[in-house]
């Protein structure tokens, strides 16, 4: 299994910039009527047992749902022991140090390993997960497959974690108080995982917390949906992001300044952009040869043979980095359409690809294709996430590219 210490140094350092010892909400950043909310709905003694964080990435649904939980563990509502870290608190605060208290819990998407050959579930990966946690609480789904090292597989919340998830609150706390747990990207959960869930949310164990997080709020089943209270989560302020890096990261305000644009309030986008790992895969240039093949195969049949071989090269990917390629196309043609129509105050990105420029290059996005381009990757990358095989998909992508693109 591929742990964060056997990760290439590069990727690991793009991790480690570990938060403070203790995620509490003095540490997160911005979403402060967020942070209002739950800390008044606590200190109240109102607290439901089921509520859904919906966000972004990087816009700190994960750290504010450990923080919240911390806050509630450690007696920290109706300010007990003068406030997130006072007086004796300090024991039950050193548990969230390592992300260990007995009665947080966790369930997120796993994969089969060649240490997990069958069934895996959360607690197969544990302590991956809070070594993961504690060096990247903003850390993207797809920071956690490269952790997993899914390769062509998708991670998913199966029945078994459902399963472990009853035998575990079925149990007294260790404390006496609340029991937490934490459904990270609970749109990865299958069919049968929310049907079982779905029970326990209608009739939950006394003192039970549920917190389900989410960046698709429609991909989560109504029924559960429902009875949850929903929460949503903006993206965070430039000001936000760039202030924490000086602070944090000891950079130039310039620099951090253009991270924090670039970042688009996306907190772990702007670690990895500062660590300059965004090139770990070379999003821009293959958007550049595709682009540049639909081109020339219009009216050229033997360019075609280009475009073949560019989606047996995407193909050979794992899927996860397929999708993530596909989402990067979109906002590489949005960003060519809002330099179209006039708005290069909100282009943030530009390919560092020889020759290549997005003004040049966005004439050919306008209202008459953008739909019809936006509508085709989407449809890839749905049939990519249903296991469809990705080269005829792409190869079917491609061609409708070189209609597309030359659409007046």
């Known amino acids: 299994m591929l742990t964060l210490k056997s990760l290439e140094p590069k990727i690991f350092d793009s991790l480690i910039f570990c938060y403070l010892c203790f995620m509490q909400f003095s540490e997160i950043l911005g979403q ?52 997130e870290n006072g007086g004796e608190n300090e024991s039950c605060n050193i548990k969230f140090d390592k992300i260990s208290h007995p009665d947080l819990h966790f369930v997120y998407p796993t994969v089969s390993t060649e240490d997990v050959k069958t069934k895996p579930k959360s607690i197969d990966f544990i302590a991956d997960w809070r070594a993961f946690v504690t060096h990247n609480p903003y850390g993207s789904l797809f920071d956690w497959y490269a952790v997993l090292g899914v390769n062509n597989k998708q991670g998913l919340i199966r029945v078994e974690d459902a399963s472990d998830v009853l035998k575990t609150l079925a149990l007294k706390s260790y404390e006496g108080g609340y029991k937490i747990m934490i459904v990270w990207m609970a749109d990865k959960m299958n069919v049968e995982a929310s049907n079982k869930l779905l029970k326990l949310l209608e009739e939950p164990p006394e003192k039970t917390i549920f917190i389900l997080i989410s960046e698709q709020e429609e991909d989560i089943i109504q029924t559960i949906r429902s009875r949850c209270q929903v929460l949503h989560f903006g993206g965070l302020p430039e000001n936000c992001i760039a202030e924490t890096l000086v602070a944090k990261k ?50 050229n049949a033997s360019a075609i043979q280009d475009l073949i071989q560019w989606s047996e090269q995407i193909a050979g990917l794992g899927r996860e980095t397929q999708k993530k390629f596909l989402e990067f196309c979109i906002e590489m043609f949005r960003q060519a359409l809002l330099l179209n129509y006039e708005s290069p105050s909100l282009v943030y990105l530009e390919p560092k690809v020889e020759k290549f420029q997005l003004a040049n290059f966005a004439p050919f996005v306008n209202g008459n294709n953008i739909h019809e381009i936006f509508k085709e990757l989407s449809d890839a990358m749905y049939h990519i996430e249903r296991n469809g095989n990705a080269k005829i998909i792409l190869t079917d992508l491609s061609i409708k590219l070189t209609r597309l693109i030359h659409k007046k």
């Open 32 to 83: 402060e009527h967020i942070k209002s909310h739950l800390t008044k709905s606590a200190d109240l003694g109102r607290i439901p047992h089921a509520q859904l964080f919906v966000g972004p990435e990087g816009s700190g649904t994960l750290p504010m749902a450990i923080a919240y939980a911390q806050y509630i563990l450690c007696g920290n509502a109706n300010g007990e022991n003068g406030g």
């Open 250 to 299: 000891q950079i130039d305000s310039k620099l951090a300044a253009t991270i924090a644009h670039q970042a688009q309030g996306n907190y772990n986008k702007a670690l990895h952009l500062l660590q300059n790992d965004e090139d770990d895969y070379p999003f821009d240039e293959w958007f550049v040869t595709w682009v540049r093949a639909a081109f020339k195969a219009k009216g």
